[in-house]
């Protein structure tokens, strides 16, 4: 997929960003007491964070906005988005506090099994950041776990009338507000599960006025229009899947492809995801694609 910008788009992401502790098991639920894991290690995790890894790693330019503490596990979830580049000026770390973590079991197929730890000690205002932040962007991603961050950027966003993807999957009163803030939806299945289906809450969403779509797993993604379906791969790791497809179709969007190109981006970008355990790159995924 060729770009439609001759410069790197610029995407803000804000919301959650976490050291993962990824292990791989022989079996889940463990049968005994005691179980062997065949391997162990840390990664990036959290919705806002991995997607500002995958813009950067397509094509585009991330920053992150979110809060972590001054810890061991912070600086090491600073270190990774840094090392694609990320900008993490703006992922603030408090002295004393407690940073998010999540430990994550891997099946032998795939499928993964999360448990968080969420931080503390953290304040949740963001009146820190500048009421400049978004001049120079051409999108904002958010997750729904920073409210006060996101709401300052979406204003900011608004603004300069900037495409605005929100990944649903946190049922709350805030979050459906965020909803309506945005200009793109893609929840997960467990939200349309709880909606009454895919295309329940798919009407939903585009009664509040937002292009919407469900994340279906190996099914593909559900739209108003059909279905972009899965590339066919095989299942190393599941880990992230939807956060990197977020990534990419906010990345697409950004750079002035319509919604159903950027979902098949967003598409095959996550089931590389998938294939090769880790955040894929831009050759990669358009080598998937044909391009």
């Given amino acids: 997929m060729k770009e439609h910008t001759t410069d790197p788009v610029h995407v803000l992401c804000v919301g959650?960003?976490?050291?993962?502790?990824?292990?791989?098991?022989?079996?889940?639920?463990?049968?005994?007491?005691?179980?062997?894991?065949?391997?162990?290690?840390?990664?990036?995790?959290?919705?806002?964070?991995?997607?500002?890894?995958?813009?950067?790693?397509?094509?585009?330019?991330?920053?992150?906005?979110?809060?972590r503490g001054d810890d061991a596990s912070g600086r090491q979830t600073s270190i990774?988005?840094?090392?694609?580049?990320?900008?993490?000026?703006?992922?603030?770390?408090?002295?004393?506090?407690?940073?998010?973590?999540?430990?994550?079991?891997i099946r032998p197929d795939g499928e993964r099994f999360l448990f968080l730890s969420w931080g503390a000690g953290m304040p949740l205002e963001a009146d820190w950041l500048s009421d400049t932040t978004a001049d120079n962007a051409q999108a904002l991603l958010i997750d729904g776990?920073?409210?006060?961050?996101?709401?300052?950027?979406?204003e900011?966003?608004?603004?300069?009338?900037?495409?605005?993807?929100?990944?649903?999957?946190?049922?709350?009163?805030?979050?459906?507000?965020?909803a309506k803030l945005s200009t793109h939806v893609i929840a997960d299945e467990d939200m349309a599960t709880a909606h009454g289906g895919v295309g329940s809450l798919i009407d939903k969403l585009e009664s509040i006025g937002v292009w919407s779509a469900v994340t279906?797993?190996?099914?593909?993604?559900?739209?108003?229009?059909?279905r972009v379906p899965a590339f066919p791969v095989p299942v190393l790791d599941s880990t992230g899947a939807g956060d990197v497809l977020h990534g990419a179709f906010v990345l697409a969007i950004a750079q002035g492809y319509d919604e159903l190109t950027a979902l098949r981006f967003g598409v095959a970008a996550g089931s590389?995801?998938?294939?090769?355990?880790?955040?894929?790159?831009?050759?990669?995924?358009?080598d998937l694609l044909g391009v």
């Fill in 216 to 226: 279906l797993g190996g099914q593909g993604v559900a739209h108003s229009d059909g």
């Fill in 16 to 67: 959650m960003s976490c050291l993962d502790n990824r292990l791989l098991v022989d079996r889940f639920p463990p049968e005994h007491r005691r179980e062997r894991v065949p391997k162990r290690f840390d990664a990036l995790g959290g919705p806002a964070g991995v997607g500002a890894v995958t813009v950067a790693r397509l094509g585009g330019k991330a920053s992150f906005f979110g809060l």
């Fill in 156 to 178: 900011q966003a608004h603004r300069r009338n900037l495409p605005i993807l929100l990944d649903f999957d946190i049922d709350t009163p805030d979050v459906w507000e965020l």
């Fill in 272 to 286: 590389l995801r998938c294939k090769l355990g880790r955040v894929p790159y831009l050759p990669e995924v358009e």
């Fill in 145 to 154: 776990r920073w409210m006060e961050g996101s709401l300052r950027l979406v």
């Fill in 80 to 105: 990774f988005l840094e090392k694609d580049g990320v900008d993490t000026r703006g992922f603030r770390a408090f002295p004393g506090a407690i940073s998010t973590r999540c430990e994550v079991f």
